[in-house]
């Protein structure tokens, strides 16, 4: 009974107990995919703007399900035990808030307009040196997201980490309340989502709301070095939070970059925690890294434990698959250089890769080349923003760049001739030109929204030239 993750007594009382079938002594884990679902798990059907779980509950049977939780309206015959509720969403609500409830984990909660999931992944090698540790998967952040991952916090975890996004105000209160941090880090703010909100501050605002969950003698985590410092600082008082932890470059952060030098392969890092110099490798190249690093460390030390030892786990830290994971491939009897940026954009994390291609040692790429998809939801200021990436890419000595998308033609048309590859509207017109553009000792970056579908652009160039061995070390995304 105690390897279950839930007894059938804590989901009837979590949930209640209309039931029919041969309810199980309990579940090994909770699932709202039938594609990903384990033998011996909960299917939750989820009602989702495209599809119905409810019309894979059979499937999920199929596939092994100990038991499903269904609508009260649902009434086809099934072959296994169903959990009837009001709404399954909220069933995943109240499953979370349970998980919670019952756990003596130390929790870290991350929100910001960007780098999430790449400091979730660092908390995670950084806390499994220190204990067992609970992280959301991928970037399950949203309404389902979060209460997902709640529900799979294993009873006994020491700590978990979950991420917290939203593209619009008020989106994130209810999560953060569910999740109920001790410790909560806002990243940066930066112009994501725009499209949304009318100014920048209004984002950060809005990213605020993560203080609302905050447990009494906890802490937040706030970038001393971003605009929006002095703001959230003071709706971090507002909300009760008596801790604030600062990282970055200035001088007054409790959490602080003394020096880095990087490298194709990643950065070190000299640092200050609360006036104790220590050093640490990191595994990723990336300012940006390096500073989302500062916050999950100072996270980890306001958690009481030994963040410096922690800090030894980020030489293992490598960029997931989508957000700057590096593979060497094999052309025209040398080698290329590829960064996969596809997942996702907007213009600080365009200017972070951007930074990341131009600080490649000279022998790394005989051309560094940037291939650029759409950034998307940036509203009336689209354009300008996108044409003020030609001012990054010449600071940055970026020789080459390939655009795809209507949005990105504003950057083609801001760039010098020198350093225009190619435009098309989209991805899959441009695979073919930019695949017989490639020669040895290219580096190329790919990187747009996961709209602009850019991931095709980096499949295209793993199918046509075979990896080299060894490959690159990259972290599960």
Known sequence: ????????????????????????????????????????????????????????????????????????????????????????????????????????????????????????????????????????????????????????????????????????????????????????????????????????????????????GVTPGGAVILNRDNEHYELLATRAGEAGVTRIVRFGSAGDAECRLVAINPSAEGSSVEAELFGIAFAYRLGAPGEHLAMNSLAAIAAIQVLGSDAIHASGALAEFGAPAGRGAQTRHTIDGGALLLIDEAYNANPASMSAALKVLGSLPENEGARRIAVLGDMLELGVQSDALHAGLATVIEENGVDLVYCSGRRMAALFAALPEARRGLWAGTSEALQQPLLEALGSGDAVMIKGSLGSRMGVLVEAIKTKFPQCTPPAKNAAA
């Open 1 to 212: 009974m105690d390897d279950l993750l839930w007894t059938a007594e804590e989901l009837t009382a979590a949930l209640g107990e209309d039931w029919s079938g041969e309810l199980p002594k309990g579940v090994n884990g909770v699932s709202i995919d039938t594609r990903t679902l384990q033998p011996g798990d909960l299917f939750v059907a989820i009602r989702g703007e495209r599809t119905d779980g409810h019309e894979y509950i059979e499937k999920a049977f199929e596939a092994g399900a100990a038991l499903a939780v269904v609508e009260a309206g649902y009434d086809a015959v099934s072959t296994g035990a169903l959990l009837r509720v009001a709404d399954t969403l909220e069933a995943l609500n109240a499953l979370g808030r349970a998980g919670r409830q019952r756990s003596k984990a130390r929790i870290v909660a991350v929100t910001g307009s960007v780098g999430k999931t790449g400091t979730k992944e660092m908390l995670r090698l950084m806390l499994s040196r220190l204990g067992s540790v609970h992280v959301s998967e991928k970037s399950y952040n949203n309404h389902w997201g979060v209460p997902l991952s709640l529900s799979r916090l294993p009873r006994d975890a020491d700590y978990a980490v979950f991420e917290i996004g939203m593209n619009h105000a008020g989106e994130i209160t209810p999560l953060t309340q569910m999740v109920r941090p001790n410790a909560a880090i806002i990243t940066t703010i930066a112009p994501v989502h725009i499209e949304f909100f009318e100014t920048v501050a209004a984002i950060a605002e809005a990213k605020a709301e993560i203080f609302a």
